[in-house]
């Protein structure tokens, strides 16, 4: 292959959306220049940056194949991401933050390794997930691994093998150890895939497009591999940031809850569908911090909900162990509501969610445990029927032993 075919069609395009990060923009770029393959390129979209990062720019132009957008004024994340979608040219795309970084100067020739090789094999990964770090920016502190060594375990006790398709990873796609493992933890996407599929972010989400847009790759029926590897470093705690807190209810931040259930609801999935909700009141319990935002808290639910079609009945009908965490959370509101009412009922809802979500545990325990038992059944059925065939064999021989010995009486 030529080199003008490589950077016209690079293996890889890396994406990065970008407003107000320019002091941090550099280590991100680092981190990218220094990686030992080159086969990739890398866009930048400034979404209306006021901090003059075009030194930063001019710089890395000099080091990497790299494309500036500049957008005059903001138009949101999700239209910044569609758009580098739309100008990227690698074979598989991949999103970074401004505040995030690469692990260290492999990544990419490693990940191109597993492709060639799942290429040598006829195989075409979709998706390829990694494990990444979270470092908390300010205090230059590693919080935690999200890995998916603890998934790939557990797929593999269930005798399933990559790829994991839809049908697969379904049942486990909303678990505690699990619920953000589809929607994150990407490496790389299947550029192709995409396309074909028609996908793009959702302009007007402010917050959680990349969950709703990864979803629907997921549900879409992704050829998903698993690949054991520090990956990435997250920023959190950063201004600006996409992972950053946010400290009071505001609805803008909030629509993507309601697109993740219709994305849901769009694939038939109605357990699935109810399971999602327990995991987005925790995510806004956590968040609420005084009586005012509950009350926008309970309000906004109840409209997403209502648009949505759910109800009670709803619940009831598909999963009524579910019943009691909705009575608990839609309650009438008390006229002399305090605070601390407030926090009593949000941790009476995480309460019900995490019996919820032990009770499926123990239900996943209990068919493992079935299942254990049916193949002891079937074997000693085995063994039973062989033990009969035997001696059911050993009276017929016996039988014709006999005919054989004793000769006719003569009259």
């Excluded at 400034?46 to 990062?53: A, L, Q, V, W």
């Excluded at 930063?56 to 994340?77: A, C, N, Q, T």
């Excluded at 062989?386 to 004793?406: C, D, E, M, T, Y």
Aim: proline share 3%; glycine share 4%.
């Amino acid at each position: 292959m030529s080199r003008d075919k490589i950077i016209k069609e690079p293996l890889i395009t890396i994406i990065i959306p970008c407003r107000n990060m320019a002091s941090l923009l550099g280590h991100c770029l680092d981190s990218i220049a220094e990686q030992t393959f080159k086969d990739f390129e890398v866009i930048i979209i400034d979404d209306g940056s006021t901090d003059h990062p075009e030194k930063v720019y001019k710089k890395y132009e000099r080091k990497i194949d790299l494309k500036v957008f500049v957008l005059p004024k903001s138009k949101g994340v999700a239209n910044a991401r569609n758009l580098g979608l739309e100008n990227s040219l690698g074979k598989y795309f991949s999103f970074i933050s401004a505040d995030d970084w690469y692990c260290d100067s492999n990544v990419f020739s490693d990940l191109a390794k597993l492709i060639c090789r799942l290429e040598a094999e006829n195989k075409t990964a979709d998706i390829i997930k990694t494990n990444y770090k979270y470092y908390d920016s300010l205090n230059q502190k590693l919080i935690r691994t999200r890995t998916i060594c603890d998934y790939k375990a557990k797929l593999e006790s269930r005798n399933i093998s990559q790829p994991f398709s839809t049908n697969d990873i379904i049942d486990d796609i909303n678990s505690e150890s699990y619920m953000s493992f589809p929607m994150h933890n990407e490496a790389v996407t299947r550029r192709e895939f995409v396309t074909s599929k028609g996908l793009k972010y959702l302009v007007g989400l402010q917050r959680g497009e990349d969950s709703v847009f990864n979803l629907e790759k997921i549900l879409g029926g992704a050829k998903i591999y698993l690949f054991d590897r520090a990956y990435k470093n997250i920023g959190v705690n950063v201004a600006n940031s996409t992972t950053s807190s946010l400290s009071s209810f505001s609805k803008n931040n909030w629509l993507w809850i309601k697109q993740y259930f219709l994305v849901l609801q769009r694939y038939n999935f109605p357990k699935l569908f109810l399971e999602s909700i327990p995991w987005s009141i925790r995510e806004f319990a956590s968040r609420v911090t005084s009586v005012e935002d509950y009350y926008k808290t309970i309000d906004f639910l109840n409209e997403v909900f209502k648009d949505i079609g759910l109800d009670r009945k709803f619940v009831k009908k598909h999963l009524p162990e579910y019943v009691d965490f909705f009575e608990t959370l839609f309650e009438k509101k008390k006229p002399n509501f305090t605070l601390s009412e407030m926090s009593q009922k949000t941790e009476r809802i995480s309460e019900l969610a995490e019996r919820i979500s032990k009770l499926k545990e123990r239900n996943l325990k209990l068919k493992e445990t079935i299942a254990e038992k049916n193949i002891k059944i079937a074997k000693l059925k085995g063994e039973l029927n062989s033990h009969l065939g035997v001696k059911r064999s050993a009276r017929l021989l016996a039988g014709n032993v006999k005919r054989k010995v004793i000769p006719p009486k003569h009259p």
